[in-house]
């Protein structure tokens, strides 16, 4: 007989509860504080803390002929896959999810 420990369970998905409400809350805090330092036209603030500070991130939209190649190139991977010329590598990892 296999003996799992269930407190393990119980602090794992506890933990997992606890990041999910932070990240929530952080996510929050990071909006006023950006919206602050677009209002005060600050890029960059350095505190006790940290270094907070202002990015941009550019995104891409591209023609309907890279569009296409680039759906010709997942057709040859899939094709590759299904023939067994491409290789894969497995790892394993835990998964949970909460109970609703």
């Known amino acids: 007989m296999i003996f799992i420990n269930?407190?393990?369970?119980?602090?794992?998905?506890?933990?997992?509860?606890?990041?999910?409400?932070?990240t929530q809350d952080a996510k929050l805090i990071e909006a006023e504080i950006k919206e602050e330092l677009v209002e005060a036209d600050v890029k960059k603030v350095n505190s006790?803390?940290?270094?907070?500070s202002v990015t941009t991130r550019t995104t891409w939209k591209y023609t309907e002929n890279v569009d296409a190649i680039k759906n010709k190139l997942k057709?040859?991977?899939k094709a590759e896959q299904d023939s067994g010329v491409a290789?894969?590598?497995?790892a394993s990892s835990l998964m949970f999810?909460?109970?609703k």
Do not use: C, H, M, P
């Open 87 to 90: 290789t894969s590598t497995e």
């Open 75 to 77: 057709e040859e991977q």
């Open 48 to 52: 006790d803390f940290g270094t907070f």
């Open 6 to 22: 269930k407190e393990n369970f119980k602090k794992y998905a506890d933990i997992k509860n606890k990041i999910k409400a932070l």
């Open 97 to 99: 999810r909460a109970k």
